[in-house]
């Protein structure tokens, strides 16, 4: 059994899409396990550069299946368009198959994330406002849809007279909004079932069938392991977990399957939204810093937000791959740090004067600052560097403190956006030193 999990160990944005569509070229899986289409994985490849929300990375790839689990958020419409999108660009036709266990994100999931984003007012969240929080609570207070209900009306009309009671009373009460009909939503659902039909099946037993045959399979996590529920900066997390941990449960696999865990580390951070950051930016620093990151600047690929930028933080990603349980590191961006005399990293925090190496509770890193180290930086451009051993000195040392500080080998260093920019597999067989 071969299963590798592409997962972050940040806050999410380190470049898994790119990531996922390199190591796809050498799999014939591809499978979303969390989320839905709340976050964008940028992809540059051949056939040019791509947001993907919902979509798996491996999309580019005409034999490589492609799976969203039965973990994922499905918006129906949202998955339709992403797929016809990326054909009419000229992308092959994928192979895409939707667990029929999969739950639906139904238009009041994405009314109800709006309207109480509206209502916090100051203290929202900074929602993507795709309708995955409201999704997962009515998943886990079990008033949630599976795909396969659409087949079945009586069951789906019972399904949602239920949901609709108390939404609506929060509709009308809380909100001052017009209530949703049945009838009218039925509907919809009804039309909505005739077009993913194509796509479902039990992909639980599909995938069992491929780790028989020892078929290649990537998980492809979304956002970062900060912001996980339990292990994150909760209440700033995401309401699914992006832990490779999960990829299993999500994708429904066995957990003794997943061997690789590929933690994708970004350069520096970045933090869309609120929460706390410990080694945020500011300011003209922060303005360069964003300008010069990823692809076309750090930019959220679903929002056009700007993307709260910071140093390397040690300490956060030292925790992030420890949760992820990482083999190894795919450190990415490392081109965009080429501009700096000297670059800052975060090995430490300060908490009430207490020097700290461990992630501290969310309760306490609104306290936290961090203690920097300054590396030299290498001031060239090394984005058509392909080994390891042509990088100059100074990003070597970078690349080998970073490696230091979170405990996990770096086996790959991406140089650039596009598909082949990229070092690696530099060690022959990862294992975490932890
Ligand atoms: P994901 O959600 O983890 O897939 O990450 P995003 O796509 O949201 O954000 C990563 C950004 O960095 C995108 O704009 C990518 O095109 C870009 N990117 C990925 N790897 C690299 C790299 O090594 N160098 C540069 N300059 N950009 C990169």
Known sequence: MSVTAIVGANWGDEGKGKMTDYLAGE?????????????????????????????????????????????????????????????????????????????????????????????????????????????????????????????????????????????????????????????????????????????????????????????????????????????????????????????????????YAVQRIVSVVKAYSTCVGAGPFVTEILGQQAHELRERGGAEGEYGATTGRPRRVGWFDGVATRYGCRVQGATEVALTLLDVLGYLDEIPVCGAYEVDGEIRNDFPVPAELDYAKPVYQNLPGWKRDISSVREFKNLPFQAQDYVKCIEELVGVPVNWISVGPARESIIGPIIEQPVAAW
């Open 27 to 255: 799999s014939d899986y591809v499978v979303r396990f969390q989320g839905g289409n709340n976050a964008g994985h940028t992809v540059i490849n051949d056939y040019g550069m791509f947001a993907l929300h919902l979509l798996p990375s491996g999309v580019f790839h005409a034999n490589v299946v492609n799976i969203l689990g039965p973990g994922v958020a499905l918006n129906i419409a949202a998955f339709l368009r992403e797929r016809e999108e990326i054909i009419s660009r000229g992308v092959p036709e994928p192979v895409l198959r939707v667990s029929d266990r999969a739950q639906l994100v139904m238009p009041y999931h994405v009314l109800f994330d709006k309207y109480e984003e509206d209502r916090l007012g100051k203290r929202k969240f900074g929602s993507t406002q795709a309708g995955i929080a409201p999704f997962y609570a009515d998943k886990y207070v079990k008033v949630g849809v599976q795909v396969a209900d659409l087949f079945n009306v009586d069951r789906l009309r019972s399904r949602i007279e239920s949901a609709l009671v108390p939404k609506n009373i929060l509709l009308e009460h809380l909100y001052g909004k017009p209530t949703i009909s049945v009838e009218d939503l039925l509907t919809d659902l009804l039309h909505d079932a005739e077009r993913i039909k194509p796509f479902l099946c039990d992909t639980t037993a599909l995938l069992h069938d491929a780790l028989v045959a020892d078929k290649r399979v990537l998980l492809e996590g979304q956002l970062g392991a900060l912001r996980d529920p339990d292990h994150g900066i909760y209440p700033w997390s995401t309401s699914s977990s992006p832990l490779a941990g999960f990829g299993a449960v999500g994708a429904g696999i066995p957990p």
